[in-house]
């Protein structure tokens, strides 16, 4: 069983930044990079919403349209971690942030979510304006 614990969250004012980090067990072994991580977000009454993925190796990431150029998706396959740089935050950016693992070692941010297996408890962020 993996289990992916999401930190990071926190409030911050319009324009400044946070960085997300994703960290799974030990259950994972040695097989961290053979998986796609990604992020996902979800705001109060909306349904769950693509953030970033990159590849196993890290070679190939994609983002979805409000978080490129803001949003920076990084991983370590030797501290099994993931994570996510968010800069100039919006009001909008306001949700809760969950990481998930991919069954697959590439993913795109078309992937469907029920090829995510693993999936974390979520962190918030709330951004003030």
């Known amino acids: 069983q993996v289990q992916l614990v999401e930190s990071g969250g926190g409030l911050v004012q319009a324009g400044g930044s946070l960085r997300l980090s994703c960290a799974a067990s030990?259950?994972?072994?040695?097989?961290?990079?053979?998986?796609?991580m990604g992020w996902f977000r979800q705001a109060p009454g909306k349904e769950r919403e693509f953030v970033a993925v990159m590849s196993g190796s890290g070679g190939t990431t994609y983002y979805a349209g409000f978080a490129k150029g803001r949003f920076t998706i990084s991983r370590d396959n030797t501290l099994n971690t993931v994570a996510l740089q968010m800069n100039s935050l919006r009001p909008e950016d306001t949700a809760v942030y969950y990481c998930?693992?991919?069954?697959?070692?590439?993913?795109?941010?078309?992937?469907?979510?029920?090829?995510?297996?693993?999936w974390g408890q979520g962190t918030q962020v709330t951004v003030s304006s």
């Open positions: 030990a259950a994972s072994g040695g097989t961290f990079g053979l998986y796609a």
């Open positions: 998930a693992r991919y069954r697959y070692t590439v993913a795109t941010m078309t992937s469907p979510l029920r090829d995510y297996d693993y």
